[in-house]
């Protein structure tokens, strides 16, 4: 559910070009038609890669590549899709497991290739988008626009997996609690206390910003 | 002023705009009279926007989007082409059985009017080789030739038989 509109978030009532609903095409492409994988590609692609973007924090050839595999993994999967929830929390499910499983991927070429690399949080950063440990120091009040964005970036990306997932769908793709259970393939309120939990975690680190 | 102890949930809630229609009533009720609850709602809303803007999504390019339908096209034709024909025929929906029918009634039909071809009893006359047609002259031949001897034989049989007649009178 989208916070701002009360309505969910849903290409195929939001972008679609083609009168035909998911269920159709999806039944069109398992007997191998081209324009019906062509359709479903254009639909999703857009969403995919932006929840891709956000799980790769900000690479956008990781999240091309990820979107990418996502669709592959989809089109290879598709007689195990049984219909029981929609096509799109059955896809964004695989789009971020292919994006959790490429994260851990990375993480581990990291260790093996780069030991000498003390694991932080800003390890995938360019040198001059890692916080300054003064700055960190600092209250949030006195930061720049620029310094909070990077700030925000950290803290979430230093929040346990699940609770990143569950915040990451909710907040930057407004799906509903239900949704994100699917996709999560959890209870609702499984969801509920991770997303309650990232929530505080946010709030008590940038209290100082939002009473400057 | 502090918020509620226990409506930090319902504030969470609330601002991600999925309490049920029953706690949202509850919770406009409340808000107009907790300014510690309020306070803490529209703080909340604030850094959720604040943290929404902080992370922009660019628009996948147009580049980018092309070559992700490419290369997902050409790895499902790659993946298609690691499946055998024949599989790929049969299991098209609809092939299967008819395929299976057919199948069987040419089984049936080899079986019905084949079986009299294979196995009939003239079968083996006529299929003799010149080889085993020469044994059988030569075998011929041989009892022409002895042809004396056997009707002895045949006299000295028939004598020994009267023989036996008379010994058992």
Redesign the interface.
């Given at each position: 559910?989208?916070?701002q509109s009360?309505q969910p978030i849903n290409p195929e009532n939001e972008q679609s070009l083609s009168p035909l609903k998911d269920v159709d095409l999806v039944d069109r492409a398992r007997?191998?038609d081209?324009w019906a994988?062509?359709e479903l590609?254009?639909r999703y692609?857009?969403k995919a890669?932006?929840i891709a973007?956000?799980f790769t924090d900000?690479n956008?050839q990781d999240a091309?590549d990820f979107?990418?595999e996502a669709?592959?993994r989809a089109?290879?999967n598709l007689e195990h899709f049984r219909g029981d929830s929609s096509f799109y929390t059955w896809f964004y499910r695989i789009v971020v497991n292919v994006c959790l499983d490429g994260r851990r991927r990375n993480t581990r070429r990291h260790k093996i290739f780069l030991p000498w690399q003390s694991p932080s949080a800003d390890k995938g950063l360019p040198p001059e988008e890692r916080p300054d440990p003064e700055a960190h120091e600092q209250s949030l009040k006195a930061i720049s626009e620029k310094e909070?964005?990077k700030e925000?970036?950290n803290s979430?990306k230093s929040l346990p997996e699940k609770q990143r997932v569950a915040f990451q769908l909710?907040?930057?793709h407004g799906m509903?609690?239900h949704e994100i259970a699917r996709v999560m393939n959890t209870a609702e309120g499984t969801v509920?206390s991770h997303?309650?939990r990232a929530?505080?975690v946010?709030?008590e680190k940038?209290k100082d910003?939002?009473e400057g | 002023m502090k918020p509620c102890p226990d409506r930090?949930?319902t504030i969470?809630?609330a601002?991600?705009?999925?309490l049920d229609p029953e706690q949202r009533r509850d919770w406009e009720q409340h808000r107009t009279v907790c300014p510690g609850c309020r306070d803490e709602y529209e703080?909340?809303l604030?850094?959720?926007g604040?943290?929404?803007e902080?992370?922009p999504?660019?628009?996948?390019s147009e580049k980018?989007?092309s070559?992700?339908?490419w290369?997902?096209?050409q790895?499902?034709r790659k993946?298609?082409g690691k499946r055998s024909w024949w599989k790929e025929w049969i299991l098209?929906?609809g092939r299967l059985v008819p395929a299976l029918a057919t199948a069987c009634l040419v089984l049936i039909t080899l079986g019905w009017f084949g079986a009299d071809l294979i196995w009939s009893p003239e079968q083996p006359q006529e299929s003799l080789g010149p080889i085993t047609e020469n044994q059988v002259v030569l075998r011929d031949l041989e009892v022409i030739k002895n042809i004396d001897f056997l009707e002895e034989l045949e006299t000295l049989q028939e004598l020994a038989s009267v023989l036996d007649r008379r010994e058992s009178i």
């Amino acid at each position: 559910m989208n916070p701002q509109s009360g309505q969910p978030i849903n290409p195929e009532n939001e972008q679609s070009l083609s009168p035909l609903k998911d269920v159709d095409l999806v039944d069109r492409a398992r007997s191998q038609d081209q324009w019906a994988v062509e359709e479903l590609v254009h639909r999703y692609q857009q969403k995919a890669y932006a929840i891709a973007y956000h799980f790769t924090d900000g690479n956008v050839q990781d999240a091309e590549d990820f979107t990418q595999e996502a669709f592959l993994r989809a089109f290879q999967n598709l007689e195990h899709f049984r219909g029981d929830s929609s096509f799109y929390t059955w896809f964004y499910r695989i789009v971020v497991n292919v994006c959790l499983d490429g994260r851990r991927r990375n993480t581990r070429r990291h260790k093996i290739f780069l030991p000498w690399q003390s694991p932080s949080a800003d390890k995938g950063l360019p040198p001059e988008e890692r916080p300054d440990p003064e700055a960190h120091e600092q209250s949030l009040k006195a930061i720049s626009e620029k310094e909070l964005s990077k700030e925000i970036r950290n803290s979430i990306k230093s929040l346990p997996e699940k609770q990143r997932v569950a915040f990451q769908l909710k907040a930057f793709h407004g799906m509903s609690i239900h949704e994100i259970a699917r996709v999560m393939n959890t209870a609702e309120g499984t969801v509920k206390s991770h997303l309650f939990r990232a929530t505080q975690v946010l709030r008590e680190k940038f209290k100082d910003w939002e009473e400057g | 002023m502090k918020p509620c102890p226990d409506r930090h949930e319902t504030i969470v809630l609330a601002a991600y705009g999925e309490l049920d229609p029953e706690q949202r009533r509850d919770w406009e009720q409340h808000r107009t009279v907790c300014p510690g609850c309020r306070d803490e709602y529209e703080a909340l809303l604030r850094l959720l926007g604040r943290i929404k803007e902080s992370i922009p999504v660019p628009e996948l390019s147009e580049k980018g989007a092309s070559s992700i339908l490419w290369s997902v096209k050409q790895d499902l034709r790659k993946e298609r082409g690691k499946r055998s024909w024949w599989k790929e025929w049969i299991l098209r929906p609809g092939r299967l059985v008819p395929a299976l029918a057919t199948a069987c009634l040419v089984l049936i039909t080899l079986g019905w009017f084949g079986a009299d071809l294979i196995w009939s009893p003239e079968q083996p006359q006529e299929s003799l080789g010149p080889i085993t047609e020469n044994q059988v002259v030569l075998r011929d031949l041989e009892v022409i030739k002895n042809i004396d001897f056997l009707e002895e034989l045949e006299t000295l049989q028939e004598l020994a038989s009267v023989l036996d007649r008379r010994e058992s009178i």
